[in-house]
Structures are given as C-alpha cells and as structure tokens.
C-alpha cells in the first residue's frame, strides 16, 4: 500500500471508545453528521427474520460439493446475486466455526485494550494499517464514529504494527487469513464460472495477490441517528469478505435502487461482495456497491473484513468478452498500485475513486 507524505501538524482524532467512556451522552460537533448524511434508522428493522427481499444466500458447499445440477443452480443463482446485488452472503463455507470464533474474540482483545496500549500501533497515515482513523485528512473532516485496526497479510507488511497483546493475536489472524485467501481464491473461481469465463482466468491474471485485514469496533452511540459508523464507499478489491460478530446489532446497510438496505446478520454465515476491480474487468456487468455502517443506542458491534485484490503491477481495462457495441468501454486502463494510491488519497465518498477511471 502507499505512503503518503505525513500532514503538518497531525490532525488530531478523537477516539471513540474513549469519547465514549468519558462522555457518554456527548458527541463533538466533527461526529455529527451534515443532515443529508445522516442515516434513517427508521427503517432498521428490529426482527431478524429473512424476507424475499433479503440479501441472497449462496450455499458454497453446493458449489464444491454438490451434484452437477445442484453447481450448475447454485452458479445461477451465484451470478444473479452478482448482478442484481453486488453483495451476497454465503453458508456453509469451509471456514471452521471455531475459527470465526476465535478471530472475533481476538479482535475484541485488541479493541479493550488500554488506549496507550493500542496507540504503539497507530495508523501509518497515508495507509489503511495501524490503528485509529483512516483517510482523515483535514480538522474540519467529519468523522466516522468507529475504531479500525488494518494490517497487510500480503504482500508489504509492517512488522511493528502485529501487536503483542492480546496473546495469540498474529496467530489466529494468520490462520484466518490463510482460511479467506483459499475461499476468496474459490469464489473468483465461481464467480467466472458465473459469467461464462475459464475457473482460473483471474487467478491466472491477478498475479501475487494483495490480502489486507481490517477490523472495525463500534462504540455504541448515544444519537445514532446523526453520525455514521462508516462513510459511504465501494470497495476498491476485487472481492471482499466481511464477518459481520456474533451478537452484532445490525449494521452494514448497502445501497440498492436508491435505499439503503441493511445487512441482517446471519450466524455463521460471511458477507460477500464484489470490489471496484470485478466491476471494471467485467466492464460493469457485476458492480462493486455501495455501502456504509451506521451505529446503535446501546450495543458495540464489531466487523472484520478481509480484502482481496490484485497485484499492484498488474494493468486493469474491461476484457474483451465484455466490450461490444451494445456494452461500449466504460473505463480507462490503469494500473491498480495506481488506483490504490488514488483511494488512499481523498475520504470515503460513495464510488467517486472509481468514476475518475470512468471514460467519458
Ligand atoms: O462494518 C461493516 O459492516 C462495514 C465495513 C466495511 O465496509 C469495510 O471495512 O470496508
Ligand atoms: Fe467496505
């Protein structure tokens, strides 16, 4: 990932669990929302039972595992989930349960330790490692009412940044992220099965992949109605899968027709969803989404994305197969260490980054 020069003086950052702990009942004026922003919670559903108008499940082990008519459905209903969503969650996946447990306990270690503690790994500013706030790059910015701690799995990784505490932490994200590597690497197998393409045709043009790992903590908010978890944005991977913590209130909230649809959360099953890279690849047949997080009264809520992309030498234009008359080119070529240096440069704002690749 890019450096980018330190600003002069740093700005400074409230954290939000701190803010929390002090004052639970205040929010600083830079939290707060402009109205157009603010999320409306009244549409947060407070029953968890799936309607048809959820998020569709894709069953992985029907996938890998089924029968060549139950593989061929699944593919089917793989690629509608990829074209009318963007976003899908998955079951019965091959990750151990044991395991998703046990990168959630981690991840809740590292988030209670002591600020002091944390802050020996503070964000890198200019990347999404270490940990506080990313992309914040004026006082005047708002901000998001979250705590993240990013780290690179591949390919450049800050040694210093692993932290000690709590015990057994680098173990468990390493094992996890072996786990999501090999299921990101079967899902880009599917997905181009989906779209009429060989298994292997993105593994084959990715090159060394670039993983990162980024876990995200929510204080509860005492006016949720005004600040935002995470600010609009799509995800500049190629796919991304996101765990959204047993006993998470809901959260994750995507944009579809205009609506903001939240994300019920289903136990043990991963988020899904494609990235900037398969939208431009596929010159727009599968979009990366838009999505946000918005925060509760009462509850934290915790979510840990893995992001899969990549690698930075490698040149991205639309494939040929999805470039004709009736589907002109949509975006120029570029190079994605290009691109990543483009996201890490202005705050989350919805698609913008992309739409600069936009041909016009
Ligand atoms: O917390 C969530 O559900 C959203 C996280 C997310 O979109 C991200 O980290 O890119
Ligand atoms: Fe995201």
Redesign the pocket.
Known sequence: MATLPVSNPPINIDDVQELRKINPNTIPERFVQDVTERPNLNGIPLSLSPSPDDMPIIDFSKLTKGNKEETHEEILKLSTACEEWGFFQIINHDIDLDLLESIEKITRGFFMLPLEEKQKYALIPGTFQGYGQALVFSEDQKLDW?N?FGLAIETVRFPHLWPQRPAGFSEAVEEYSREVKKLCQNMLKYIALSLGLKGDVFEKMFGETLQGI?M?Y?PPCSRPDLVL??SP?S?ASAI?V?Q?ARGSPV??EILKDNTWLP?LPIPNAL?I?IGDTIEVLTNGRYQSVE???VVHQEKD???I?S?YAPSSELELSPMPEFVDENNPCRFRSYNHGEYTVHVSESRLQGKKTLNNFARI
């Open positions: 979250c993240m980024r995200n929510y978890g995470l944005h995800d991304t996101l959204q959260g994750l994300v988020v969803n999505h946000r997080a809520r915790m979510s994305v992001f």
